[in-house]
């Protein structure tokens, strides 16, 4: 990776950490979309969805889209596919909420995702040495704190709540 001299020189696009993580990232995605789609015929976005259904029994559709950073009307969409393939139940709650759960066959196949991305998991940590997990971990938090603030300045800057 280039360094800046002083701080003087422009990095190109490839060289910059946010162009380099959104790389690394997609290309995380891109082997787990075609990984889950072949073993349990779902999307990554079904997986997501799925995942956080499983982690937390008190979700509505809103707060799901929320939590897997798609708008509403994505994640209906895929709520419905999954409610169709009888993955998903949506149980009428106050006003127009509906609670979201996973069925017994749900269960069955979130079993089987949460297996794949755990052994997933440890292929990509298991290149690295136990130092390099401890620098990778504390260097994301980091990074992940930094982003969040930036974030909520650039909201305050616009007005945007």
């Known amino acids: 990776m280039a360094q800046r001299d002083g701080g003087g020189d422009l990095l190109p696009i490839s060289e910059l950490l946010s162009y380099r993580l959104s790389r690394t990232s997609s290309a995380l995605s891109r082997s787990a979309a075609l990984r889950y789609r072949r073993e349990f015929d779902v999307s990554l976005g079904e997986w997501r969805a799925i995942a956080l259904i499983a982690a937390d029994a008190t979700l509505t559709l809103n707060r799901l889209a929320r939590r897997a950073g798609l708008d509403k009307a994505q994640m209906s969409r895929v709520v419905t596919k999954l409610a169709e393939r009888g993955l998903v139940d949506r149980t009428p709650g106050s006003g ?6 996973l069925t017994s066959e749900g269960q069955k196949v979130y079993r089987g995702l949460i297996g794949a991305a755990n052994e997933r998991d440890a292929t990509f940590l298991g290149l690295l040495s136990r130092h390099e997990r401890e620098v990778l971990d504390r260097a994301l938090g980091k990074l992940a ?11 305050d800057a616009l007005g945007d709540d």
């Open 96 to 101: 127009r909420t509906s609670q979201l759960s």
């Open 145 to 155: 704190d930094l982003a969040l603030e930036l974030e909520r300045q650039e909201r």
